[in-house]
């Protein structure tokens, strides 16, 4: 079965160090989307992509984070000057389709760590 | 504002009984309800979902979830526990109009042999 894959499953940076999470999405999928939990609290929205470009993003995605679809299959989440409350398990997740039947396949997570 | 709540952090059941996860909902209009569940160290795993139709859904595992538009709730419900069933259980809504989830706070389920 296709799976949403992410990279790396750790990372450890220093506190204002740029970091770049990968994700490589369900190939035939045409929407994306990161997510973040904070150790011990909910999933949170961050944001959602589509057509090479942002569609939706909440409030946490500020200038200190950018996406990008650099190629055909790679997903990037970009966290410029990293803070310590940046610490979290980043998920990225994928769908087919928009509207009610979309349903969001995850991947496993990166785990940073920020120091 | 949009949210969703699971009332219980946790909740304990033996094996072979029944269980239920709650989960009630404050978002605009009707939209679609989810539940994923997340096994340690690992991503969200979909569950079921429930879009338009009969308010019974079945989904994965033997799981199933009853939608209550009067009381705004999905609670997440399975006739007999299993052991491996222990996890982290998440509801999640998506408003119609926006391609945005919500997620509750998620409940721990410990099934005890």
């Known amino acids: 079965e296709p799976e949403v894959t992410q990279t790396p499953s750790h990372q450890v940076t220093q506190m204002g160090q740029e970091v770049i999470l990968r994700c490589v999405p369900i190939?035939?999928?045409?929407?994306f989307y990161w997510y973040r939990q904070i150790l011990g609290q909910k999933v949170e929205f961050l944001v959602s992509?589509?057509?090479?470009?942002?569609?939706?993003k909440s409030e946490i995605f500020d200038d200190q984070f950018s996406v990008e679809r650099p190629d055909g299959s790679n997903f990037t989440l970009k966290i410029r000057s990293t803070k310590l409350e940046d610490s979290a398990m980043y998920f990225c997740?994928?769908?087919?389709?928009?509207?009610?039947?979309?349903?969001?396949?995850f991947g496993p997570g990166t785990r940073l760590l920020v120091l | 504002a949009q949210s969703v709540a699971q009332p219980e952090d946790q909740v304990n059941v033996a094996e072979g009984n029944p269980l239920t996860v709650k989960c009630t909902y404050s978002?605009?209009?009707?939209?679609?309800l989810f539940w994923y569940v997340q096994y340690p160290n690992r991503g969200l795993q979909f569950l079921l979902k429930?879009?338009?139709?009969?308010?019974l859904v079945k989904g994965s595992y033997g799981f199933e979830a009853e939608f209550n538009k009067s009381q705004t709730s999905f609670h997440l419900k399975k006739p007999s526990a299993l052991v491996s069933d222990s996890a982290l259980y998440f509801c999640?809504?998506?408003?119609?109009?926006?391609?945005?989830?919500?997620f509750g706070s998620g409940t721990k389920l410990n099934v005890k042999p």
């Open positions: 999640a809504v998506r408003d119609r109009d926006f391609n945005k989830f919500y």
């Open positions: 997740a994928s769908s087919e389709m928009r509207g009610g039947q979309e349903t969001q396949y």
């Open positions: 429930y879009i338009t139709g009969d308010n």
């Open positions: 978002v605009s209009g009707n939209p679609y």
């Open positions: 992509f589509y057509n090479n470009e942002i569609s939706e």
């Open positions: 190939s035939n999928h045409l929407y």
